[in-house]
């Protein structure tokens, strides 16, 4: 018979991630939900994942683009920022989510016991499907300006892998903190503006001056956008080495994120 | 016999005002630079050294007065909250049931919602599907499956949700009063799938004020008082023993005022109530067919609107009627309300003594969220005297007439 032991849990505790797995079905069912939700009584529905990035990429077009004639390394601009976009626009609105996650269902932390991670991670797979209905008009753009993809392609899945863990990591610092400091939500907007303008989105890394590219690596979203572009349209890597400490940023982010949110986790149904 | 759950020395410490909304950075920062230490006495221990065991098989109440400690005690053992000292061991599988309709969504339908919080309960996706059919019929509510939650009323709402829950098959159950909810018709037909939930051998913790209910399911009983056991042994034993201190405390006067150990921590809360009659003169017997007159007064700081709900119990802790603000006459009350008064009645009890039990809440009832700020267990006791309703005069008493009185004839039709 099954044998649980109750009892005060020591600072570093162990990790538990047997108890994630035992709770699957729960996240099938939070994930459900979260996309459940989100589109009831909406007019457009789920088209709102295509019409958001598309809109910006019009906007970009025109002023980035057409006006202010940033290079886009000689790949036609509104697939270079759409590409740009959709990513950020996966991590930017899931990262949102995911920070009012645990803040959302106090009602619940306080009632019952599950993995409480499982709320940020949610709601970062949750926005998976946005992300993929919007990459399918990317196909429709890459057909229409006929850039054919190369090998490189096989290496999409990874990137986006590496998008996910670097939105769930950068959320489980901010969910955590939220139930703590409701600071955080007036931080956010903020924090993803500046981000937003720190991330080779409307323009590429290429014009970031070749001294500064390490510090500008340290931004995990330099080597994930980078990626896509590199995989997808054939855009040449303007700095491996910034690439690879990108990664290495998003692999230190997660594991220190998962030991954070363990060490915090414990007393959320206390102060929430 | 095996055992169930054993429990040593435990211990929880909560921060005064720790469960208050959270704190803001710039509190946090303020305190960080003055260099304010905690102190021990910013603590309190709403659970201090409990030990105990039970066996398999055994359905065990937890009784005592708020603050005792009997929530935070099933929070532990269902591992929502962690002990701050002292261990417990569990076997088997829990379900902890705090309270129903965990998780639902307004905008989500019956039908998804019973998935939904089956599947927080802990129950599998097969398994909510092979009871789902069970699970409907127990509800009552077939016709409204496709519908979003946020069109019931509260008392389908609570319907759907405890059948969900009552469907529940765990080793172990742990339940806080969740049978204080939904109409009197349902409620018994819970308490009758609790009944049977304790005849299918399993072990169940069952907190309740309701005597009526520990006496007719639980066959031990743990009396918890300030964190502490204060007894622990046969169930009909100790819950006599137990109204009897409690009427011995709290015996009759129309003035009520609140214990400072009562509202320790809160920041919104019931402060005083006075009774009266519908003169205005302060009472607490009343005859048959009178009205009661309650005047509340909340005190405090709140930054939404609030509502209140009041419930009336008899000396078996079962209760007879209750009454809700927001519920019944849509009324919520803006924070500087800081008087409320209830007009009862014609009341239509027989003789005896009841109780008054208010409740402070907040939230749209909509949205299924009710938060529970204050709830004062003993607000008042009111005594109904001489009820003589019918012609012979014959007086009717509580419990050997029954509770109510309901006007009858009786005529031979026949002969």
Redesign the interface.
């Given at each position: 018979?099954?044998?649980?032991?109750?009892?005060?849990?020591s600072k570093w505790g162990k990790l538990n991630l047997k108890d994630i797995f035992e709770f699957r079905?729960?996240l099938?069912?939070l994930v459900w939900?979260d996309i459940?939700?989100k589109y009831?009584?909406t007019i457009f529905g789920i088209g709102w994942a295509i019409l958001q990035p598309l809109f910006m990429m019009i906007i970009f077009t025109l002023f980035f683009g057409k006006l202010a004639k940033i290079p886009s390394d000689n790949i036609p601009y509104p697939v270079f920022s759409y590409t740009g976009l959709i990513i950020w626009s996966y991590f930017s609105n899931s990262l949102l989510f995911a920070t009012e996650s645990i803040v959302k269902?106090q009602?619940?932390?306080?009632?019952?016991?599950?993995p409480k991670i499982l709320l940020p991670l949610s709601s970062i797979i949750s926005h998976l499907l946005d992300f993929i209905i919007s990459f399918f008009v990317l196909i429709l753009f890459l057909l229409f300006y006929k850039i054919n993809p190369s090998i490189n392609l096989i290496y999409f899945p990874l990137f986006l892998l590496i998008a996910v863990i670097t939105a769930f990591s950068v959320s489980l610092y901010l969910s955590a903190l939220n139930?703590?400091?409701?600071?955080v939500r007036y931080i956010m907007n903020f924090l993803i503006q500046v981000w937003f303008f720190l991330s080779p989105i409307a323009y590429s890394s290429s014009i970031v001056p070749e001294r500064y590219r390490f510090l500008y690596g340290l931004n995990p979203m330099v080597g994930v956008i980078e990626g896509f572009r590199w995989c997808l349209l054939g855009k040449e890597i303007t700095s491996i080495k910034m690439m690879y400490f990108s990664i290495f940023i998003i692999l230190i982010l997660f594991i220190g994120g998962i030991y954070f949110f363990k060490n915090m986790e414990?007393?959320f149904?206390?102060?929430? | 016999m095996e055992i169930a759950i054993k429990v040593e020395g435990l211990s929880k410490k909560y921060r005064i005002g720790e469960r208050l909304p959270y704190k803001t950075l710039r509190e946090e920062l303020i305190k960080f630079f003055k260099g304010e230490k905690k102190k021990e006495d910013e603590y309190i221990w709403t659970l201090k050294n409990v030990s105990f065991e039970i066996k398999k098989g055994e359905v065990v109440g937890i009784i005592g007065s708020n603050g005792a400690g009997k929530t935070t005690l099933l929070k532990i053992l269902s591992r929502v909250t962690e002990p701050t000292e002292g261990y417990a061991e569990v076997y088997g599988r829990v379900g902890s049931l705090l309270e129903v309709g965990i998780g639902f969504h307004p905008e989500l339908t019956g039908r998804e919602n019973i998935y939904l919080n089956g599947a927080m309960l802990g129950m599998s996706k097969k398994e909510i599907g092979r009871k789902f059919d069970e699970i409907i019929s127990f509800s009552e509510m077939e016709k409204f499956l496709d519908t979003p939650v946020k069109y019931y009323s509260s008392g389908m709402y609570v319907r759907l949700a405890f059948s969900v829950a009552a469907h529940l098959e765990t080793d172990i159950l742990l339940v806080d009063e969740v049978l204080a909810v939904g109409d009197i018709s349902f409620q018994k037909k819970c308490l009758g799938k609790m009944g049977d939930i304790t005849k299918e051998g399993r072990t169940v913790l069952f907190v309740s004020h309701n005597m009526g209910a520990i006496r007719s399911l639980c066959e031990k009983v743990i009396w918890l008082e300030k964190g502490k056991i204060k007894k622990i042994g046969n169930s009909e034993k100790i819950t006599t023993e137990y109204e009897e201190i409690y009427t011995q405390k709290y015996g009759i006067s129309s003035i009520r005022e609140r214990d400072k150990e009562e509202i320790k921590g809160k920041k919104f809360y019931f402060k005083k109530v006075e009774i009266f009659d519908e003169n205005g003169n302060s009472r607490v017997t009343f005859k048959y067919n009178e009205k009661i007159v309650l005047v509340v007064e909340p005190e405090g700081e709140i930054d939404e609107k609030y509502h209140i709900v009041f419930r009336i119990y008899d000396k078996h802790g079962i209760m007879l009627f209750s009454g809700a603000s927001a519920e019944l006459h849509n009324k919520y009350f803006e924070p500087d309300v800081k008087k409320i008064k209830i007009e009862i009645g014609p009341t239509n009890l027989t003789t005896g003594i009841y109780r008054i039990q208010l409740l402070l809440r907040k939230g749209k009832i909509q949205s299924g969220a009710r938060d529970e700020i204050d709830i004062w267990e003993n607000a008042m006791n009111f005594e109904i005297t001489d009820c003589r309703p019918f012609e012979t005069n014959w007086e009717l008493q509580n419990p050997r007439d029954g509770i109510f009185v309901m006007n009858n004839k009786i005529y031979g039709i026949e002969r």
């Open positions: 018979m099954e044998k649980i032991i109750i009892k005060p849990s079905e729960l099938f069912f939900k459940k939700v009831k009584q269902h009602n619940v932390i306080t009632k019952i016991y599950f139930v703590y400091y409701r600071d414990k007393s149904a206390d102060v929430i | -």
